[in-house]
């Protein structure tokens, strides 16, 4: 099962994300709870402390190769074993949700 919940800033988004991930995870189920917010604050509501939560580490863009075709359109590929990425940057949080954050925006570019 995939949930996804996008909609309007301060609507409830992330609250509603962490407390399901943690209900399923309480049932039983294995949660992997992604962070995709430029500005992410999941774990924070999935009950990890400050500290942990500021020592994570947030997906790397070169786990992707991005090509252009030549029609002009991109394709992007997984470069590494899904499971293997979940081990070594996934976190675990309370009730067994592991959580990965692949949002961060790591700084300011020309624009
Ligand atoms: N059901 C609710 N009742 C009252 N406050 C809520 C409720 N759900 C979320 N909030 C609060 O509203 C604010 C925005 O929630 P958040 O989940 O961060 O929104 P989003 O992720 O959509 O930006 C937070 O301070 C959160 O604690
Ligand atoms: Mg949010």
Same mark, same amino acid.
């Given at each position: =099962?995939?949930?996804?919940?996008?909609?309007? !800033?301060?609507?409830?988004?992330?609250?509603?994300?962490? *407390?399901?991930?943690?209900?399923?995870?309480?049932? !039983?189920?294995?949660?992997?709870?992604? +962070?995709?917010? @430029?500005?992410?604050?999941?774990?924070? *509501?999935?009950?990890?402390?400050?500290? #942990?939560?500021?020592?994570?580490?947030?997906?790397? $863009?070169?786990?992707?190769? #991005?090509?252009?075709?030549?029609? !002009?359109?991109?394709?992007? @590929?997984?470069?590494?074993?899904?499971?293997?990425?979940? +081990?070594?940057?996934? @976190?675990?949080?309370?009730?067994?949700? $592991?959580?990965?954050? =692949?949002?961060?925006?790591?700084?300011?570019?020309?624009?």
């Amino acid at each position: =099962m995939r949930v996804a919940i996008a909609g309007k !800033g301060g609507s409830g988004k992330t609250t509603i994300s962490g *407390t399901l991930a943690r209900l399923l995870a309480q049932s !039983g189920r294995q949660v992997v709870a992604v +962070d995709a917010d @430029t500005n992410p604050n999941l774990a924070t *509501t999935l009950g990890l402390q400050p500290d #942990r939560a500021k020592e994570i580490v947030s997906l790397p $863009r070169t786990l992707l190769k #991005r090509e252009q075709q030549p029609d !002009g359109s991109m394709t992007s @590929t997984f470069l590494r074993d899904p499971l293997q990425v979940l +081990d070594e940057y996934g @976190t675990q949080a309370p009730d067994g949700v $592991r959580l990965v954050v =692949m949002g961060a925006v790591g700084h300011g570019g020309a624009g």
